[in-house]
């Protein structure tokens, strides 16, 4: 029992099955074929070969007569209706070129052309390239071969006219021969074109050579030639390889009813036929062509007996290989058997065979793969997110790539490679923790799934709310890119109502180099803060702006400072207006940009501190932190303009409430007096305030002492003197309260950083 359980049986039991199914198989298949389907085989062999015969003869021979018509007609050397009217007789030299022109057509269509004839019904007149020219054609000789096709096309309705299969001789003294070489075919048409036979002026008529017909059938149908025939619509025969059947009626009585191509099967003198047939389009013609049926049967009943024998032969070859690859299959097995047992923790029972041992073994360590790709699967975003944050750090190399590509599940090779940063954490702020994760990874699973041709995505998130985006492609295109920003912004809009910003980076040639591209787009990201509006950004003149060193004027910095202390909100405003379209449309870093604005929060937040205020609403959190949570310029220019009018709005109402009056006619007095005596004790003498209580009014309603106020205001107006540019600088400095040129120049430096001239410069540059 066990020798017929071993591994060597089950093989040569399983190959000699396959060997007997696949003969047997082969056998009903080639039997079923070539028994039921060799008739349709042979139509089809035989249907192909009359298609293409008929193809031929239609542009070898009847499309070249119609083409000799139309070379005639259009001639414009020479008139075709010559002979048409009773002109003629003056136009001898003419008729000498119209049949010129008429012989070089048949010399040149001499293999299928025997002659060409123009006929002249109103004047019964006949030119021909053979006969000459013909008065009273009806009375000559020759009009005995003319005749049908005259009277053909006399009584056709339509332009053109085919005749029958007839012999004319070589010319009208010769006699006929017996081999068919004088049988012509007569293709009539009218002039003008579109007119009737009967109405025609003229009948220009091509007498085509039946042989030319016959060497084609030859040619193409050596084996059916004898078998093949041409009947026109009324049964006559047009050609056949028996030259005395020209012209006779062919047996088919039914060729008009013919459609364009077929085949039947019947039975001609008592034996089986295949009778195929196809029209000729030009003509409605339609050949026929005959085969014995027996011919095919011969074939393949020895077609038969071959492969019943040669089946035989591969039973008893298959029964030899089968016991020649068992014995070869089952020692390798057996030895895989072997160790197996050693591998396994216990004995397995008696009387198991090889297949059951290794079934047992290939379980266990399915089930250990299995375990494997569980622990891959639960890590494969890991994995994923690892590889593409080493490839935008380049921390691969070429090698190490290729190691590193099947866990992005890269399977082909791209050309080009670029770049996308995604941003929309203005909007994602909105969003709770949860939310803003499944927008993310929703937004990532359309990018990677989307159906892009000759193309991949890969995109990942990244730990400031961004999202990265590798594309992968065989031809760089900006159209590709901004067909996927594009569909990244709509769906963004459409799914989670979010505002994208999309950077792009430049077109490397290698995975390896993406962190260049990368690298361009996280500098063009920079950029996002102050465009908000702008949704793509790839204009290439960003990466000029971050390397630029221009920097924004220290007045705009100033005249914010100025206009916040007096207490001006439009012109703060409009100050602030001015900083932002400066930011967003001038050649400054972002990185200076973000400076200047920190600037200003800290002179702001300064302010603050000097007029003691506080905001009920601020939860006592530092300017610092709400300007770094602004999301873009727009906002911040929103916060500060809003802030800042709450503040003066504030410090207003508290300067009503306070000694409004006092300081009123105090900065009055300071500024119809710049160039006096404007020390504290002089000043509150003349208000009849003390000085301690002066100096502490000035500190509280303008958040600046009160030497710094005049200061600021003789600097004010020294500028506005500056600006006039009609005094010199010891004028100004006497004008606005300074003995000497120097002390007000040193004054003018440390409150505006620059020189009174450099300052004039400055603003000459501006204007």
């Known amino acids: 029992m066990r020798k017929w359980n071993s591994v060597f049986a089950n093989l040569a039991i399983s190959y000699m099955s396959i060997v007997l199914v696949i003969v047997l198989l082969l056998c009903s298949t080639f039997y079923i074929y070539f028994s039921g389907n060799y008739k349709d085989e042979l139509r089809d062999r035989n249907q192909l070969i009359l298609n293409n015969t008929v193809q031929t003869i239609e542009t070898t021979v009847l499309q070249r007569a119609q083409q000799i018509y139309l070379d ?14 009773s002109t003629y007789q003056s136009n001898h030299s003419k008729a000498i070129d119209l049949q010129e022109l008429l012989k070089s057509e048949v010399i040149s269509n001499s293999d299928i052309v025997q002659a060409v004839h123009l006929y002249y019904p109103k ?15 009806d ?94 619509r009324s049964g006559s025969t047009i050609s056949d390889a028996d030259a005395s059947k020209l012209g006779q009626q062919g047996g088919f009585g039914d060729s008009a009813l013919k459609e364009e191509a077929g085949s039947d099967s019947g039975t001609i003198d008592q034996d089986s036929h295949v009778v195929s047939y196809q029209v000729i389009p030009s003509t409605g013609w339609v050949m026929y062509s005959v085969v014995l049926s027996s011919s095919f049967y011969e074939k393949s009943i020895f077609v038969q007996k071959l492969i019943l024998g040669i089946c035989l032969l591969v039973i008893l070859i298959g029964i030899v290989l089968s016991g020649i690859l068992a014995r070869a299959n089952s020692n390798p097995i057996k030895r895989l058997a072997a160790k197996i047992r050693g591998l396994l923790d216990h004995a397995p029972e008696h009387g198991t065979n090889e297949y059951s041992l290794i079934d047992t073994a290939f379980v266990k360590l399915k089930d250990k793969v299995d375990s494997l790709e569980e622990t891959l699967e639960a890590n494969s975003a890991v994995i994923k997110h690892n590889v593409v944050q080493n490839l935008l750090n380049s921390c691969y ?116 180099d993406v962190h260049r591209s990368y690298s361009e787009a996280q500098t063009k990201m920079k950029y996002a803060y102050f465009l908000p509006d702008t949704a793509i950004l790839n204009d290439r003149r960003l990466l000029d702006r971050e390397n630029s060193m221009e920097e924004i004027p220290q007045a705009i910095v100033a005249k914010f400072r100025d206009k916040l202390q007096a207490r001006q909100p439009q012109e703060l405003e409009m100050a602030v207006e001015q900083m932002v379209l400066l930011m967003q449309e001038g050649m400054y870093s972002a990185d200076h940009c973000r400076f200047i604005l920190g600037n200003i929060v800290f002179l702001y937040s300064d302010y603050l501190k000097s007029v003691q205020y506080k905001h009920p609403e601020q939860d006592n959190r ?146």
């Not at 080009?416 to 939310?435: K, T, W």
């Not at 506005?720 to 300074?738: F, K, R, W």
Request: negative net charge.
């Open 72 to 85: 005639i007609s259009l001639n414009k050397n020479v008139n075709v209706r010559l002979f048409a009217d």
């Open 123 to 137: 004047n019964n007149m006949l030119l021909s390239s053979l006969y000459g020219l013909r008065l009273n054609a």
């Open 139 to 232: 009375q000559d000789r020759s009009m005995t071969y003319l005749a049908d096709w005259i009277q053909g096309m006399q009584r056709n309705q339509t332009s053109s006219y085919w005749t029958p299969t007839r012999f004319v001789p070589q010319d009208i003294y010769a006699s006929l021969s017996d081999d068919g070489s004088n049988a012509l075919i007569t293709y009539a048409h009218s002039y003008p074109f579109q007119t009737s036979g009967e109405d025609s002026d003229v009948i220009i008529a091509v007498d085509v050579k039946e042989s030319a017909i016959r060497e084609i059938i030859q040619n193409m149908m050596p084996s059916q030639y004898e078998g093949t025939f041409i009947l026109d």
């Open 397 to 512: 190399t070429l090698e190490e790539w290729q190691e590193e590509q099947p866990f992005l599940g890269f399977t082909t090779e791209y050309h080009h490679y670029s770049c996308l940063v995604l941003d929309s954490s203005e909007a994602l702020g909105r969003l709770d923790s949860r939310n803003m994760q499944y927008a993310v990874y929703r937004i990532i699973n359309q990018l990677e799934t989307a159906a892009l041709p000759d193309s991949r995505i890969i995109a990942e998130a990244l730990p400031d709310k961004k999202v990265v985006v590798i594309v992968c492609t065989n031809e760089a295109s900006g159209e590709l890119l901004e067909q996927i920003s594009q569909f990244v912004i709509s769906e963004g809009k459409e799914q989670f109502q979010l505002d994208v910003q999309i950077s792009w980076g430049c077109w490397v040639p290698e995975m390896t």
């Open 622 to 767: 530092e300017l610092h932190n709400q300007f770094v949570q602004l999301r873009s310029i727009r906002s911040f220019q929103q916060w500060l303009i809003s802030s800042a009018s709450g503040l003066i709005t504030y410090l207003e109402k508290r300067n009503s409430e306070r000694a409004v009056s006092s300081i009123e006619v105090v900065k009055q007095y300071i500024q119809d007096n710049l160039s006096g005596d404007l020390s504290l004790d002089a000043v509150s003498a003349q208000v009849f305030l003390s000085s301690k209580y002066l100096s502490k009014l000035f500190k509280e309603e303008i958040g600046m002492n009160y030497t710094e106020y005049v200061t600021s205001q003789r600097m004010e107006r020294a500028k506005e003197l500056i600006e006039m540019n009609n005094m010199t600088v010891e004028q100004i400095a006497n004008t606005v309260g300074y003995g000497t040129a120097a002390y007000f120049i040193k004054k003018f430096k440390e409150m505006h950083g620059c020189t009174p001239g450099n300052y004039l410069r400055n603003s000459a540059k501006e204007a």
